[in-house]
């Protein structure tokens, strides 16, 4: 793992150990006290307040993945998911949003250049949503396709101008082939955001359905998924923007988990440096240390675990070389696998905490949900990428054409 560099050590500009890298984290760090203020109006709203957004665009956390030509830092994904990773602690829903949203300014150089051209020509701080579930119907016309159809969970829809959009592309012999799965982009009067957004977590997403009708998008506004695999037009991409879309796009969707549950422990710590239920007070309950103890080494072990794999992703791209899909399998599932992994070890911090964690004003039952909601997103349902790593290692062909 990349650790923040020491006084006087030299660091890549776009690495953990930059100045620039723990800069944005102290940023991060310090936006907590604020995040935790506004937690409740957040849910409330079920929106993160426009005035945490504009502290996001201040501090630059949407421009960790932006290229540099819209004036972005094109940073390693690394500091992405860190600085993630520290406002997840203090809201879980704010930094849902921008990890969900900031990533796509990472998917927007896999475009055709004039698509980024026409979201930041001329404003760079514009901000795309997405819901990438392949509903629309999609008919192809000259210079383009006709796109229809609903989709749901939008995170962060209202703060944004345009959004992504997934749907397959028939063709003749294949009407529906997830071969052809594309991202299709569309700017913010072809759509329409249908606010129903009621949940039991990450209420403050703001996860609105997103409707279109009948609309032209032209070729250039669509990323087919499958030019992502190799050839001159990828490798002749920055070393960033060479990596598979959803090895980034299922970390972004992970990390805010992996964050909230590091605040549960928090608050945990914090209950039992106080509670007394009984003739021993919390703090010096064997039990009650094991669970802190047993929490605190597997949030660490699942950050290093994927802070180990992005390294190895990022110097594959930077040396045009491949990863062996049977490690990017392998990538996938542990990514999957972190939501549920959170919610056990919060479930278990939360009954250790005793009858006042589950009050509804309690912290910890408030981190709790978010984690719970976050494991209904299609990347942490662990099942099918278990599958398919399994069947993978008995010498079968992938089921997963994202890999």
Not at 176 to 205: A, C, H, K
Request: proline residues 5%; negative net charge; glycine residues 6%.
């Amino acid at each position: 793992m990349n650790n923040l560099a020491e006084p006087g050590l030299q660091a890549s500009p776009h690495s953990m150990g930059s100045p620039r890298a723990v800069a944005l984290l102290e940023a991060a760090r310090d936006l907590q006290p604020l995040l935790l203020e506004r937690a409740a109006q957040c849910r409330a709203q079920r929106k993160v307040p426009d005035e945490t957004i504009a502290d996001f665009q201040q501090a630059g956390f949407f421009k960790i993945l932006q290229s540099q030509q819209y004036g972005g830092f094109e940073m390693d994904p690394q500091v992405f998911y860190a600085v993630g990773l520290e406002l997840a602690k203090a809201c879980m829903s704010s930094a849902w949003v921008l990890g969900v949203v900031a990533v796509h300014n990472w998917q927007m150089n896999l475009f055709d250049p004039q698509a980024s051209v026409d979201v930041w020509g001329d404003d760079p701080t514009v901000l795309v949503s997405s819901s990438y579930a392949p509903m629309g119907r999609v008919t192809p016309v000259d210079g383009g396709f006709m796109l229809s159809g609903r989709w749901s969970f939008s995170s962060g829809c209202e703060h944004c101008r345009w959004v992504f959009l997934g749907a397959v592309i028939p063709t003749e012999d294949a009407p529906w082939d997830m071969e052809n799965y594309s991202t299709f982009l569309l700017p913010r009067d072809d759509y329409t955001i249908e606010e129903n957004w009621d949940v039991v977590g990450l209420q403050g997403t703001g996860s609105h359905d997103i409707v279109v009708d009948n609309v032209f998008v032209p070729e250039h506004r669509v990323h087919r998924m499958r030019e992502d695999r190799g050839g001159e037009k990828h490798r002749a991409k920055a070393p960033l923007y060479r990596l598979p879309f959803m090895q980034v796009f299922s970390r972004a969707v992970c990390n805010a988990s992996l964050g909230a549950v590091e605040g549960v422990l928090e608050d945990y710590i914090a209950v039992a440096k106080t509670r007394v239920a009984g003739p021993v007070p919390m703090r010096d309950e064997p039990s009650a240390k094991k669970v802190a103890a047993d929490a605190k080494s597997a949030i660490e072990h699942m950050k290093l675990m994927m802070f180990h794999s992005f390294d190895r992703l990022m110097d594959a791209a930077r040396s045009d070389t491949e990863v062996p899909l049977l490690d990017r399998a392998l990538y996938r599932y542990e990514t999957s696998m972190v939501a549920d992994q959170c919610l056990a070890i919060s479930s278990r911090m939360l009954k250790a905490a005793g009858s006042g964690a589950i009050r509804n004003a309690s912290a910890m039952l408030g981190r709790h949900q978010d984690i719970l909601a976050s494991q209904a997103h299609i990347a942490n349902v662990s099942e099918p990428f278990a599958v398919n790593l399994g069947g993978m290692l008995f010498d079968q062909h992938s089921t997963d054409p994202s890999l």
